[in-house]
């Protein structure tokens, strides 16, 4: 699910990896929020913090979720140069290697949970959640064609909306089948990423209650199960062509 990207995905392979991946940003951004006070994933509400923090002349909020908002945009920018790099060299592994190297650094903000004091411990899991969230959802968003977002409720929740119209109109007035297949099937992927977020949000609120860092170990680890079969797929050679040259790398 790490590997297919364009027209080699389906809807079960979307649906695949979108809620694996949104219950774990799910579950981060509970975590986080516990562990630091703010949310992770949710960009929305920071920028209305941010907002609300200079209307009050609370500099400090305002330049926490300056920070925040940077760093979703820092782990983005590494996803885009990490798979367009990939892009170039043909490695249908790259995908996967991004979200193994969220699953690493995932590992390493839970050693610094584990192991720091207060004082550092806060801003680098505050702004190193978040770059995670950043590099996950634009990854995401990169191999299914924008179909596919982890941790962009909002937009979640009005494609639901706007599919769930479209799909009672199609019923109404008996619409082209094909194009009401279509409509249902994205309803219950969007839908479905919904439930997913929200199912691992709450696991995530009660378990790190319960296990504090070990848990942000267990979700690394978690990430690295789902990576590790894509970013160790097998790379075809090179074929020879008809006039002696090498054909670019594919993957299977």
């Known amino acids: 699910m790490l590997v297919h990207e364009g027209a080699d995905r389906n809807a079960v392979i979307d649906r695949r990896l979108g809620c694996s991946l949104a219950a774990i940003a799910g579950a981060v951004n509970a975590a986080g929020f516990l562990a630091v006070g703010y949310y992770s994933a949710n960009m929305t509400g920071n920028i209305s913090a941010l907002a609300t923090g200079l209307h009050e002349g609370h500099l400090r909020a305002v330049l926490s979720c300056c920070g925040l908002v940077l760093a979703f945009v820092a782990g983005g920018v590494l996803s885009a140069l990490v ?3 990939g892009r170039r060299r043909r490695l249908p592994s790259i995908y996967a290697r991004s979200i193994l190297l969220e699953a690493c650094l995932l590992g390493l903000l839970g050693l610094a949970d584990m192991l720091l004091s207060a004082q550092p411990r806060g801003p680098m899991l505050a702004y190193g959640l978040s770059f995670l969230m950043g590099l996950q959802n634009a990854t995401v968003t990169r191999i299914s064609g924008a179909r596919v977002r982890t941790t962009h409720m909002t937009g979640m929740l009005t494609d639901v909306g706007l599919e769930l ?5 199609a019923i109404i ?3 082209d089948p094909v194009q009401r297949a279509r409509t249902r099937e994205r309803l219950g992927l969007h839908a479905a990423i919904v439930l997913s977020f929200t199912t691992g949000g709450i696991a995530g609120a009660f378990l790190y209650g319960w296990w504090s860092a070990l848990f942000l170990l267990l979700l690394a680890a978690g ?3 789902l990576s590790l079969p894509g970013a160790l797929a097998p790379v075809e ?3 020879a062509t008809v006039d002696g040259t090498q054909e670019p790398q594919a993957g299977r």
Request: aromatic share 6%; glycine share 0%.
């Open 83 to 85: 798979v367009n790099a």
């Open 173 to 175: 007035h008996r619409t």
């Open 165 to 169: 119209a479209d799909w009672m109109d």
């Open 237 to 239: 050679a090179p074929r």
């Open 223 to 225: 990430l690295a199960c």
